[in-house]
Nanobody
Framework: QVQLVESGGGLVQTGGSLRLSCVAS????????MGWYRQAPGKQRESVADITSGGSTNYEDSVKGRFTISRDNAKNTVYLQMNDLKADDTAVYFCNAKFAQDSYWGQGTQVTVAL
């Protein structure tokens, strides 16, 4: 069964850092465009960052310069390094893999930024 498992979330103070990981199983991410999304309470899920199979990256404006998405195809893992975290970054963060008609989601990891 195809699976994406996120980890690395937690409680952090404003200005702190976290590194999220997303490990894929039963498929190879090297063919896939990978992305991180987040959903805050009462809000729609939004794209945070994505990285193509070729390594090109794209970021939502509010996280540019603070977040970095990367991938390690050998480890079948995608990462999101989050620095200078703000209260508005509080959300459940989800990993996504897309290729052609395929789209897989992880179960999410909670990130809470305390004032």
């Amino acid at each position: 069964q195809v699976q994406l498992v996120e980890s690395g979330g937690g409680l952090v103070q404003t200005g702190g850092s976290l590194r999220l990981s997303c490990v894929a199983s039963r498929f190879l991410i090297s063919w896939y465009n990978m992305g991180w999304y987040r959903q805050a309470p009462g809000k729609q899920r939004e794209s945070v960052a994505d990285i193509t199979s070729g390594g090109s990256t794209n970021y939502e404006d509010s996280v540019k310069g603070r977040f970095t998405i990367s991938r390690d195809n050998a480890k079948n893992t995608v990462y999101l390094q989050m620095n200078d975290l703000k209260a508005d970054d509080t959300a459940v963060y989800f990993c996504n893999a897309k290729f052609a008609q395929d789209s897989y989601w992880g179960q999410g990891t909670q990130v809470t930024v305390a004032l």
